[in-house]
């Protein structure tokens, strides 16, 4: 099967049932999007399917339609996006482990919701478990990503 990942077209050969989240990691190389419950409950692993975010540890890669951006896929080559910069300045992450899926919700969010209230923040991530929880600093971190997206047009 042909999967485009983060722009890029890759041929894979595994069954249709293998969970995406075991395709991008020991298929594709791409070990960004992390492993964290294995039943779709904890967040960490998150991407995006064109645009909407899904676990992609208990989505099976056969189901795939569309274009699969992984957190190596945000941004531009060499530049970080908004979130991900917010994430950086705020100091966002505590141990980092969730962060990947974290960020990734936060731009599946600000892509429908440019400007989010803290309950529309709260609502978006409540999937995402931070076990550090620093949820504060990731509300924070939204919150900045929003404003840097409005002054740059981003």
């Not at 894979?12 to 294995?38: H, Q, S």
């Not at 600000?110 to 309950?119: A, E, G, K, R, V």
């Not at 478990?129 to 740059?152: D, F, L, N, V, W």
């Amino acid at each position: 099967m042909n999967l485009n990942i983060n722009g890029d077209d890759h041929e894979i050969n595994v069954e249709t049932e293998m969970p995406l989240l075991w395709v991008l990691r020991d298929e594709i190389g791409l070990t960004g999007t992390k492993f964290g419950c294995g039943i779709a409950q904890c967040g960490a692993c998150t991407v995006h399917i064109d645009g909407q975010p899904v676990r992609s540890c208990s989505y099976p890669v056969g189901q795939v339609k569309g274009k699969v951006t992984t957190i190596e896929g945000l941004g531009s080559p060499g530049v970080l996006s908004k979130v991900q910069e917010a994430w950086i300045d705020n100091q966002t992450p505590q141990c980092g482990y969730c962060q990947s899926g974290q960020i990734m919700s936060a731009t599946a969010l600000l892509s429908n919701n440019p400007s989010p209230t803290d309950d529309d923040i709260d609502r978006a991530m409540k999937g995402n478990i931070c076990r550090c929880g620093s949820y504060p600093r990731i509300r924070a971190s939204i919150h900045a990503a929003a404003k840097a997206m409005k002054e740059t047009g981003a």
